[in-house]
């Protein structure tokens, strides 16, 4: 695909700030800025050496609009593979808008979300899982999760999905040889060969497949509700849980609406933790909406933690809870325990595994470590190296593997079925797209757009 026209967006974040980037992207994107920025020295950026930050001013009809620097960098070797031009001027709303007006008056186009980075992937200088990973480390909410997207970025995945289409290659030259030269012999062998070879290739992609749980925990958050009566010591867990760990507080425009999402890092795991309206309003869920409401909250989350109080009785409220929550992800965390308890233990170890039943005291804060391992082994289920491990982190990529997984599948029925190789090789060809569906070698125009939207503009 060949990219015509010339780009330009604000790169840097609304608001005030010490610097705004207006970046522009293509083949005019030197005469654009030569025409609008006149340097101190007299000279203009193309008698410049490339990557040098030339500093002068940005005019429209002799009139200053700022004082800038410009860097100017050479394709190919740029974000975008094409011709970028940043011009670096105060920060704050206006002079990032009128130089960026001016650009576009010059020629440039105002660059879609993300439109940088879709260049950067259709000009082949990264796939499109490389491409995914720039917004996942921009989203990140945790070192683990950042290191995740970084790992992502630098190819690994793509890496892992090349060596799986290369044993699909060889697989279908294998098929292909044997079609063209058919031979009894070499048919008995072609189906031996090729039954060991699947169930090899299922292999690799499954165990791929299978870090998609953890990965989109590490990329969205474990989504978190704390319930329990009120007065039991939720606030309580929450502010310890809080100052042991790190916070992270995010409201990210357009993707939460009214929800304010407050992020907490447990062992690298960013824990969501819902919150309609104000997490210190409503995490008493149970008393402010009812039994009831809470269940619909029980659905959506991938984690419940009920919190009782040691030195009161187990009451029918809380039965009622234990109902709901013994077959999904819960913890009970036996609260205040530094109080002579009164609370029936073995009652609770019939709704739910002792393992995940915890005493705590949210005041002392005794047993948050715990709490927190317990958690932990929840999510990595004992079984993720987390360091430079590939993980798929992005529901796209897990469906693209699961249609392959679904190949795969067929293939080997096929094979056991004996069926003619061209049967089987319409499937290894249907694996081979699948997995390019994920470094983006097939996949649609439209595909291509729905991802991109999710971006900010500018990068
Ligand atoms: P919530 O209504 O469930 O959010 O409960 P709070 O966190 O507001 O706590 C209710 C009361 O219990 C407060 O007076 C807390 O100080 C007290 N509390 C919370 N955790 C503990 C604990 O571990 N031990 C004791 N003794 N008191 C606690
Ligand atoms: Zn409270």
């Known amino acids: ?20 980037i207006v970046r522009i992207s293509g083949k005019k994107s030197l005469d654009i800025a030569d025409n609008i920025f006149k340097s101190v020295s007299g000279k203009k950026i193309k008698e410049y050496n490339p990557r040098t930050l030339i500093y002068g001013n940005i005019l429209e009809e002799e009139k200053i609009i700022d004082e800038v620097l410009v860097a100017y960098m050479k394709a190919p ?80 995945l793509s890496s892992e999905i090349r060596k799986l289409r290369n044993k699909v290659t060889a697989i279908l030259a294998h098929i292909e040889v044997s079609i063209d030269f058919p031979d009894e012999d070499i048919e008995h062998l072609t189906y031996e060969t090729l039954y060991n070879k699947s169930k090899e290739l299922k292999e690799d992609i499954i165990k791929l497949y299978e870090t998609s749980e953890t990965g989109k925990i590490m990329r969205d958050g474990l989504k978190t509700v704390i ?45 969501k933790i819902i919150d309609t309206a104000g997490i210190r309003e409503t995490e ?26 040691a030195s009161r009785e187990l009451s029918s409220e809380d039965i009622d809870i234990l109902n709901n929550i013994k077959d999904k992800q819960a913890i009970v965390l036996i609260n205040k325990i530094d109080l002579p308890s009164k609370l029936d233990e073995q009652k609770i170890k019939e709704y739910i595994n002792k393992d995940r039943v915890i005493k705590i005291s949210a005041i002392q804060r005794t047993g948050i470590d715990k709490l927190e391992d317990e958690i932990a082994s929840m999510v990595y289920k004992g079984d993720v190296s ?14 693209a593997l699961g249609k392959a997984i679904n190949s795969i599948n067929d293939a080997i029925r096929s094979i056991e079925d004996n069926m003619p190789l061209d049967f089987v090789e319409v ?5 081979w797209d699948y997995l390019g569906e994920v470094s983006g070698d097939t996949v649609s125009e439209d595909l291509l757009d729905t991802i991109f939207r999710d971006f900010c503009i500018g990068k």
């Open 427 to 431: 499937d290894f060809k249907n694996i």
């Open 77 to 156: 070797y740029t974000y975008t593979k094409e011709d970028i031009i940043e011009i670096n001027c105060h920060g704050g709303f206006l002079s990032v808008k009128k130089i960026l007006e001016l650009v576009l008056k010059k020629g440039a186009r105002l660059a879609g979300p993300g439109e940088f980075t879709k260049r950067a992937f259709l000009n082949g200088r990264i796939d499109l899982s490389q491409a995914e990973a720039v917004i996942d480390i921009i989203r990140a909410k945790t070192d683990l999760s950042y290191n995740i997207a970084q790992n992502q970025l630098e190819g690994n």
């Open 386 to 399: 987390q360091k430079d491990s590939v993980m798929i982190t992005n529901v796209r990529h897990k469906d």
């Open 227 to 271: 319930v329990g009566k009120p007065n039991v010591g939720k606030s309580s867990l929450l502010n310890a849980i809080l100052k042991e760990s790190r916070a992270i507080v995010t409201d990210i425009p357009g993707t939460t609406r009214d929800v304010i999402e407050e992020f907490v890092s447990i062992k690298g795991i960013p824990l």
């Open 1 to 20: 695909m060949y990219i015509d026209d010339t780009i330009a967006a604000i790169a840097t974040a609304p608001g005030e700030g010490g610097i705004g």
């Open 284 to 309: 008493d869920l149970v008393e402010k909406i009812g039994v009831e409401k809470s269940k619909e909250f029980f659905e959506k989350a991938d984690l419940i933690i009920l919190v009782l109080d």
